[in-house]
């Protein structure tokens, strides 16, 4: 017996806000399905008021609840049964981040949970990982957000180490990152590191999904060091008009991707991979497993 139903996540980060709607499909006798239906993506950027003034602005709160009625609209359309909101790191910060969740909450009934940086790193490591990586590797997984950036350490097939850095994307632009703070990440990555053999880095978040559709390489095949080096030259070598109107780049992508593939490129020379996988996945994914496999918990007890 065939059981098709649609889940959803919505990812309130430092960059954009997202709605994710995944059919789940149960089959008896096989593992259950999860596959993308429809990805929404506003470029909200709320890390540009909180990195800045540690508040989000009246302008910004109102375009927060603005995006949660249209996704509400939208997940009823879809007749969507279950779903999650999850805010990262800019309302995390924000010191009215409660005060605006409640506030959304009041409007659209729509449920914010602020989530701490660990809970974020342990539910994009639960992600569907297993279709991309070999049991017998160590991959280094990097989740580069607009805010911070979530590491996670995956040995034979099992998350053995993770942690949040407040190292992102609009932090970044914004010249919000210390010295000391990259020193940190790069310490930690090196003593991880140390404990194999080799490691590959598996990469997640908009702007790495952009560079591997531009490199036109087939899915599951790995983006080099070099390539990556070679395109953050390219990149580098455009003002920002030229990166929306040569290198067809959305404006809201134009600026981030390069402190993105910084955040890249220093995990790979760090950790000594020469090779990047990215497999297209991130925290709205690890949010839709992480209901669904709450729902059949609390259905079992």
Known sequence: MLKIQKYAAIDIGSNAVRLLISNVIEEQGKPVLFKKNSLVRVPIRLGSDVFLSQKI??????????????????MKSHKVVKYKACATSAMREASNGKEVA???????????????????????AATDLHKYIENDKTYLYVDVGGGSTEFTVIHEGVSVASK????????????????E????????IKEQAVLYDKIEVIGSGGNINKIFKVSGKAMGKP???????SYYNILQSYSYEERITILDLNQDRADVIIPAMRIYLSSMKWSGAKHIYVPKIGLADGIIKSIYYDTVSSSTQ
């Open 181 to 188: 703070a990259w020193h940190e990440l790069e310490l930690w």
């Open 223 to 229: 983006l080099t060091y070099f390539y990556l080096t």
């Open 164 to 179: 949040s850095f407040k190292i992102g994307t609009v932090r970044l632009l914004n010249d919000m990152v210390k010295k």
């Open 57 to 74: 602005s009246e302008e910004n709160e109102q375009r927060i609840t603005d995006t949660m009625l249209a996704f509400k609209l939208l």
């Open 102 to 124: 409640n506030s959304v909450y009041k409007k659209s009934k729509i449920r914010i949970d602020i989530i701490e940086g660990e809970e974020e790193a342990a539910i994009i």
